[in-house]
């Protein structure tokens, strides 16, 4: 029976392990391998690096830092979590895990345009993820906001307020409602809907129907996100209207013992609002557990 079972091994989960370590849990992050922060090619708003960040590059100071402090990780993709009278029972396949808590950090899988050259478009920023990440850095380039109709105008105009040369790429015939309304209203152009997306190898297209490509600086993709937030409601959490786990100001859910944290919970998706929760679900899993006297030499 492990104290706390953290499941994902990005920067929440890798955080909260490296916490309850270094509170004398014992503890086991189960890291299916596949962490939205390896898509970064650098953060720049990553507290602590004035100079950005890989993402590949603080995953790999995270585990640095949970292997000083002696934190197991086991590679497994976890499908299931059971209450039991005494705590949880994780599975993974045809293994499992006994936990008096587990935080859930599994994050967010960002849907992509299925192209073949999307991770290399990603790598040189003709594709980008968040805005918020790192709008600073398109600052005057010409950008595209490709994603539905209903969705790409409020993401078009707060790029506006970062470059005067903003393109809707709406996947839909749609307007965009009253988001649409104001984006024009503020200078953003729409495109004719439902075009084909490119890449040349440098920057990205989109090809109105009947009509040349148009190129971009940089391209933000809203296509929508995957999340493991099913697995929670299905143990006995609850989520919210957007599908994201409610929890408290200790992240836990209403299943005691059950904390989420990261993308799964908030609808700012951060890494520094990921850690910060990782921080609060790891300490009110130590102070909720039985306390246990540290032994003299």
Known sequence: MIDCIVVGGGPAGLTAASYLRRFHRDCLVLDAGDSRARWIPESNNCPGFPQGVSGDGLLRRLREQAAAVEVPVEQAR????????DGFEVRAGDRH????????????????????????AVACH?????????????TDLSIGVLGPSADIGSHALFLRGYSPTVHALPLDDGDGGEAGRESRAAGVQWLPGGGRLGFDGRRCTYAPPGAEPVA???????????TC???????????DERGEIIVDRDQQTRLPGLYAIGDVVSGLN?????????AIAATHVHNALPFVRRAGR
Do not use: K, N
């Open 78 to 85: 976890v499908d299931a979590i059971a209450v039991r009278d």
């Open 229 to 239: 937030a099913g697995m929670a409601e299905a143990a006995g959490a609850a989520l």
């Open 270 to 278: 951060q890494i520094s609002v990921a850690v910060g929760h990782a």
């Open 97 to 120: 895990w006994l936990a008096r808590r587990v935080i859930l950090a599994t994050g967010v899988r960002d849907r992509l345009p299925e192209e073949p050259w999307v991770e290399a």
């Open 216 to 226: 971009f600086d940089t391209v933000y993709a809203y296509l929508g996100s995957e």
């Open 126 to 138: 003709a594709l980008r993820l968040c805005s918020i990440c790192d709008a600073y850095e398109a």
